[in-house]
């Protein structure tokens, strides 16, 4: 059995046979379901180099061991303040890193410290004991979307972002399910800070009978 929990935001927990945390923004993040020194992983996958993404990636790693997963660039950025830490860069394409099958894909966003450009974003297919999950990361909508499925599907679960003005709303994240043909989509990076605001009731209108939309609260999980 693969649990799919989401933490708040961006950030999600995926249990099976290893703990794979994403984006594990928790210290500063309203949302947050649980602190950082309440999370264990072996795998942190990192989409970008934006502070809501990248958040307690490092201090978790160095208490857990877990290895930090991230775009070249960016695991370059995270390794200069991660000394101990396993930090693997790679870029789009597929790889495996102690059994679990991750496939780095594009993202349409930007990815910088505030200040300096860093990397390019991502999003995240997993392939844990049988189940495949996609983690969009920070991104607008785009017809490649339609190739993961394709190439990689079927996806049992799209984690996608609908909250607006720095990636999908509703309207467009329901063509990405269109797109992923996903069996699930659980909404996230939304209601965080008023920018972000959405209703995730009018995403689940939209996508209709395109895929089961499961709304998830902070804390709570989706077992796959």
């Not at 602190?35 to 978790?60: F, N, S």
């Not at 996903?182 to 209108?205: C, G, L, Q």
Request: proline share 7%; with cysteine.
């Amino acid at each position: 059995m693969v649990k799919v929990k989401f933490l708040g935001h961006a950030a999600f927990l995926i249990e099976g046979s290893k703990k794979i945390l994403i984006d594990p923004f928790l210290s500063d993040n309203p949302q947050a379901a649980v602190k950082p020194e309440e999370v264990e992983a072996d795998l942190i996958l990192v989409t970008h180099a934006h502070g809501d993404h990248v958040g307690d990636a490092v201090e978790i790693a160095k208490r857990t061991g877990a290895k930090i997963v991230a775009m070249f660039d960016v695991a370059n950025y995270i390794a200069q303040k991660a000394e101990g830490v396993e930090v693997i860069g790679m870029n789009y394409g597929p790889t495996e890193v102690d059994g679990v099958g991750i496939v780095q894909v594009p993202a349409w966003h930007s990815s910088s410290d505030g200040v300096h450009s860093i990397g390019n974003p991502c999003g995240y297919i997993v392939k844990l004991d049988g189940k495949t999950i996609y983690h969009a990361g920070d991104t607008f909508v785009f017809l490649d979307m339609g190739l993961f499925s394709e190439l990689y599907g079927p996806i049992d679960v799209a984690l996608l972002p609908i909250g607006g003005h720095f990636t999908m709303g509703p309207r467009e994240a329901a063509k990405a399910v269109e797109l992923l043909k996903p069996k699930k989509v659980v909404p996230m990076h939304y209601n965080t800070w008023p920018p972000i605001s959405a209703d995730p009731e009018e995403f689940k209108r939209l996508v209709g009978d395109k895929a089961e939309v499961v709304i998830l609260k902070p804390g709570e999980e989706l077992e796959l």
